[in-house]
């Protein structure tokens, strides 16, 4: 079995730093791609970033500049970097990973049970 735990949520005044973590366990064989989604009140689940095992990233046009998605391979962890935080960032977030364990011969998608950031003054 695979489990995400994601860790680093809080609240943070605006224009404020959180750095979030997601760290994957289990009978783990390889990671393809790992994402951070991100789900508001009332508001459909969306695609922050997401990065692949060779390092390729991508980001939602309104994290932009503003947030770093990172990943250790060896440890299979991912993290996000939020920098220039604003009230409407505020969320549920969860990471995400497509996930091959040991005798499988394809990959899974696996989710986290998210962490809340809250951005208020």
């Known amino acids: 079995q695979v489990q995400l735990v994601e860790s680093g949520g809080g609240l943070v005044q605006p224009g404020g730093s959180l750095r979030l973590s997601c760290a994957a366990s289990?009978?783990?064989?390889?990671?393809?791609?790992m994402r951070w989604f991100r789900q508001a009140p009332g508001k459909p689940r969306e695609l922050v970033a997401d990065?692949?095992?060779?390092?390729?990233?991508y980001y939602v046009n309104s994290v932009k500049g503003r947030f770093t998605i990172s990943r250790d391979n060896a440890k299979n962890t991912v993290g996000l970097q939020m920098n220039s935080l604003k009230p409407e960032d505020t969320a549920v977030y969860y990471c995400?990973?497509?996930?091959?364990?040991?005798?499988?011969?394809?990959?899974?998608?696996?989710w986290g049970q998210g962490t809340q950031v809250t951005v208020s003054s």
């Open positions: 995400n990973g497509d996930i091959r364990t040991y005798g499988s011969s394809r990959s899974v998608t696996y």
């Open positions: 289990g009978s783990i064989f390889s990671i393809n791609v």
């Open positions: 990065i692949t095992s060779g390092g390729s990233t």
